[in-house]
């Protein structure tokens, strides 16, 4: 079936490490791919975005990967900081125009 | 711009009572969805519209109506509230139904059936 799921539950890193959180999907029509932060209490808030016809895509201090042989994605935060600590869901898009199909979310906690 | 607004935060409904969540936007979106939330897992849609007049089923619809008959507001009723629709709902828009497909998440509304 379609599904878009992570890796790993729950992540817990040092500030200032490198953070990569993982998610596949299993639908190869999927065209589209959004990283969403939710911060507790509050609603998912938009991070990076990506094509099904790119591989990167950087932001600020924010790589999202693309590996369609796999069908993998990953978020890539530099330097992590306190204040990255939040739930990360991935979604796909794969009907344009319909909805997006979400992931159920890592927990990233960062320690000082 | 406020943004995607909901309204109330929070509510506590007894079996078999029905109640409409509000969700306003004023950014002249033509995409409005709704999304519940349940523990440990991601957002499930329930019902979405792509312009005033047109709405749509999601993943999870049952139990649940909309209406769209202005592009500002996406309200979202609960015909006869059901444990099972405990839950955080949040509303989200989007400028666009095409590529980039950037949500606009509101702040949630906090659920409980009784």
């Known amino acids: 079936g379609e599904s878009v799921g992570l890796h790993l539950p729950t992540l817990s890193v040092q500030e200032g490490d490198n953070s990569i959180i993982n998610c596949a999907y299993s639908?190869?029509?999927?065209?589209?791919f959004i990283w969403y932060k939710q911060e507790s209490g509050k609603g998912p808030q938009f991070i990076i975005d990506i094509r099904s016809n790119m591989d990167k895509r950087q932001g600020q201090r924010v790589t999202v990967l693309l590996n369609k042989t796999v069908k993998h994605l990953s978020l890539q935060i530099a330097a992590t900081q306190p204040g990255d600590s939040a739930v990360y869901f991935c979604?796909?898009?794969?009907?344009?125009?319909?909805?997006?199909?979400f992931g159920k979310g890592t927990t990233l906690s960062v320690s000082s | 711009n406020a943004g995607v607004t909901q309204t109330p935060k929070f509510q506590v409904l007894k079996t078999g009572q029905s109640m409409t969540l509000q969700c306003a936007q004023d950014?002249?979106?033509?995409?409005m969805s709704w999304y519940r939330q349940d523990p440990g897992m991601g957002l499930r849609l329930i019902h979405y519209?792509?312009?005033?007049?047109?709405?749509d089923q999601g993943e999870v619809p049952n139990g649940y109506n909309v209406s769209r008959s202005t592009t500002e507001d996406f309200p979202l009723r609960l015909l006869s509230a059901a444990p099972s629709q405990t839950s955080v709902y949040f509303c989200a828009s989007s400028y666009s139904v095409q590529v980039p497909y950037e949500q606009y998440f509101g702040p949630g509304t906090r659920l409980t059936v009784t």
């Open positions: 639908n190869s029509a999927s065209d589209y």
């Open positions: 950014m002249n979106h033509e995409y």
């Open positions: 519209s792509v312009g005033a007049g047109i709405t």
């Open positions: 979604a796909e898009n794969h009907q344009a125009g319909t909805a997006l199909i």
